[in-house]
Nanobody
Framework: QVQLVESGGGLVQAGGSLRLSCVASGRTFSSYAMGWFRQSPGKEREFVSLISKSGRSTYYVDAVKGRFTISRDNAKNTVWLQMNSLKPEDTAIYYC????????????WGQGTQVTVSS
């Protein structure tokens, strides 16, 4: 079992920044990759970014490349998503997720944190 708790969402103007945090508990954090996803009203949940269990490898969806940065600290059981140059289309509920089995199935999910970007 893995428990995930996100924080850091809020309301920001276009061009602004937010830093999302996700704290994990329950299993050895350094043993699994982590991902961030988002879901906007009326849209399907979409992948945003992932980071390997060591933190050495990262991947981003094209829409956020160059603006978002994912990072992790295995000693703090925490993964972050630094979001810069935010756009109204980034408005969504953001979820962190744990890929415990290494199959990219993301078995565990947080409750989500709302990010709203005003124009």
């Amino acid at each position: 079992q893995v428990q995930l708790v996100e924080s850091g969402g809020g309301l920001v103007q276009a061009g602004g920044s937010l830093r999302l945090s996700c704290v994990a508990s329950g299993r050895t954090f350094s043993s699994y990759a982590m991902g961030w996803f988002r879901q906007s009203p009326g849209k399907e949940r979409e992948f945003v970014s992932l980071i390997s269990k060591s933190g050495r490898s990262t991947y981003y969806v094209d829409a956020v490349k160059g603006r978002f940065t994912i990072s992790r600290d295995n000693a703090k059981n925490t993964v972050w998503l630094q979001m810069n140059s935010l756009k109204p289309e980034d408005t969504a509920i953001y979820y962190c997720a744990a890929d415990v089995e290494g199959s990219e199935e993301y078995e565990y999910w947080g409750q989500g944190t709302q990010v709203t970007v005003s124009s």
